[in-house]
Nanobody, 123 residues
Framework: QVQLVESGGGLVQAGASLRLSCAAS????????MGWFRQPPGKEREFVAA????????NYAGSGRGRFTISKDNAKSTVYLQMDSLKAEDTAVYYC????????????????WGQGTQVTVSS
């Protein structure tokens, strides 16, 4: 099994930046990709960004492209989501997830999920 713990969320004003972290532990040898999803209040969970375990391949949703950056640390134990120029529409619970195959944008391709961290952006 893989355990994922997100952190770094908070309340910020529009235009500010946040860096979310996702610490992975457990059977990470079966994990080939990590992703970030978000769920705005009253809406469905949506794809934000994904990265291969090696860190070579990345994918971004159009909503965050150019503002968000996904990355991994040198030990490959933590995945980050750097969010710049935040907007009110970025307000959501952000979830970290692990997949066995590619850095997919489809939430059904992810097997393990963290508990989520709240990001609130005031306008």
């Amino acid at each position: 099994q893989v355990q994922l713990v997100e952190s770094g969320g908070g309340l910020v004003q529009a235009g500010a930046s946040l860096r979310l972290s996702c610490a992975a532990s457990g059977r990470t040898s079966s994990t080939n990709a990590m992703g970030w999803f978000r769920q705005p209040p009253g809406k469905e969970r949506e794809f934000v960004a994904a990265i291969s375990w090696s860190g070579v391949r990345t994918n971004y949703a159009g909503s965050g492209r150019g503002r968000f950056t996904i990355s991994k640390d040198n030990a490959k134990s933590t995945v980050y989501l750097q969010m710049d120029s935040l907007k009110a529409e970025d307000t959501a619970v952000y979830y970290c997830a692990a997949a066995r195959y590619y850095a997919s944008s489809n939430r059904d391709d992810y097997t393990y999920w963290g508990q989520g961290t709240q990001v609130t952006v005031s306008s």
